[in-house]
């Protein structure tokens, strides 16, 4: 994952030179073929909630630290970009329902991905 303060989030995936799989995380080796031919790429920004739901307990500390007022449930899921892979991320929002197949932009890569409504984005922009 990069990230940059000036810059765009992205995140960097892996493309088989052999076969064309992309893979996320980039990945030296390829998951269909097992070609070492790999490419690092740049991911699409934008994608679709594939699925999710409302995290209602604090993960497993370490490596997650919670912030000094206590635990706040989140929305997690997995947004599907155009290159075909599910990304795992935290997404701004509070109801599955309302987020499964909502269009959504990465905001954030690190220390993990976050993506909120496309549309959300663009007015603020």
């Not at 604090?58 to 947004?79: H, L």
């Not at 991320?89 to 954030?108: H, K, N, Q, W, Y």
Request: hydrophobic residues 35%; charged residues 20%.
């Amino acid at each position: 994952m990069n990230q940059n303060e000036n810059t765009t989030p992205r995140l960097r995936g892996s493309r088989c030179d052999d076969c064309a799989t992309v893979a996320f995380p980039a990945s030296v080796t390829c998951q269909r073929c097992g070609s070492s031919d790999i490419s690092a790429i740049d991911l699409s920004t934008v994608g679709t909630v594939w699925t999710a739901t409302i995290q209602r307990f604090p993960p497993k500390s370490p490596p997650y630290v919670p912030p000094a007022e206590g635990f706040v449930p989140f929305a997690v899921g997995y947004v599907e970009l155009p290159e075909g892979v599910k990304v795992e991320a935290l997404l701004d929002g509070t109801s599955p329902a309302e987020l499964i197949g909502r269009e959504v932009e990465l905001v954030e890569a690190h220390p993990v991905p976050r993506f909120a409504s496309a549309a959300t984005t663009t007015e603020e922009n």
